[in-house]
C-alpha cells in the first residue's frame, strides 16, 4: 500500500488535491491512503518515514515547502517529494533535493493524475527493488538491503557483496543468492557476476561498466543479460 501526504496551509488548495486523489482512487488504478497537513511544522515533528509521496505546497508560514524538503532528505527520507507553487522560479532549488515535479497553482487534475501516475510508478518500481539479505561475514551477522547491493562476485569459495557501503565477504553460494533475489532486477552477466541492473552504467560490446569497475559479459549470458537491461531501463 502506497502511503501519500499533503502538506498545504491554503485549505482550498488542499481541498482540491483531496478531491484529485479521491477521483484517482476511484479510478480502480491505484491503491493508497493519505493523509492532510495544513501545518508544515506539525508534518516534519511527526514524520516517522512512512509516507512514499509527498506533495508540497513550497510558501507556507514558519518551515517553507523548501527548507522541510531539505529537512526529510537529511532525514534519509527517500520519498518522492512533489511541489505546489505559485512561483515556478523555484524550480532550479527542486533539483537540491531531487524533487520529482512542480505542479503550477491553480492545480489542473489532468496535470496532477500524470504526475501521480509517474509517483506511483516510481515507488513501485522501488519496492520491487527492496529486499533484505541476511550476510555471515566473518562472523559478524548483518542485514543488507538488496537496494544497496551493486553486484555480487564469486572469489574462490566466497561471495565478495559490492554494495553502496562498502564490500562484504562470506561463504555462500551463488545458486542460493540467484533464487532469493529473484524478481529484484539482478541478473548473471558470466558465471561469476550477478549484477543489480540499477547500478550498470552502461553495456558495451562485452563489457558491462559498474561505476569504475568494468565486468566481462561472456558470450552465453550476452543476449539474456542485454535484453534484461533494455527491460530494465524502459
Known sequence: MIRIALVDDNQR?????????????????????????SDSMEFIETYDGRYDIVFLDIEMPHLDGMELARRLRRMGSECCIIFITNMPQYAVQG??????????????????????????????????????????????VKVVSSSSIRYIEVEGHNLVFHTTDGELRTRASLKALVEQLDGMNFCRCNSCY?????????????????????????????????????????
Not at 19 to 37: H, I, P, R, V, W
Open 95 to 140: 533539483y537540491e533535493v531531487e524533487a520529482l515535479a512542480y505542479l503550477i497553482k491553480p492545480v489542473r487534475f489532468f496535470n496532477f493524475s500524470q504526475v501521480l501516475k509517474k509517483a506511483v510508478d516510481r515507488v513501485n518500481k522501488r519496492k520491487t527493488e527492496e529486499k533484505s539479505i541476511v550476510i555471515n561475514a566473518r562472523g559478524e
Open 13 to 37: 488548495d488542499l481541498a482540491v488535491m483531496q478531491k484529485y486523489l479521491q477521483t484517482a482512487q476511484d479510478s480502480g488504478n491505484y491503491e493508497f491512503t493519505y493523509d492532510s497537513f
Open 194 to 234: 550477478l549484477v543489480n541492473l540499477r547500478y550498470v552504467d552502461s553495456v558495451a560490446g562485452n563489457i558491462v561498466r559498474i561505476g569504475q569497475d568494468e565486468l566481462l559479459i561472456s558470450r552465453h549470458k550476452k543476449k539474456e543479460f542485454v535484453e534484461q537491461y533494455m527491460k530494465y531501463t524502459r
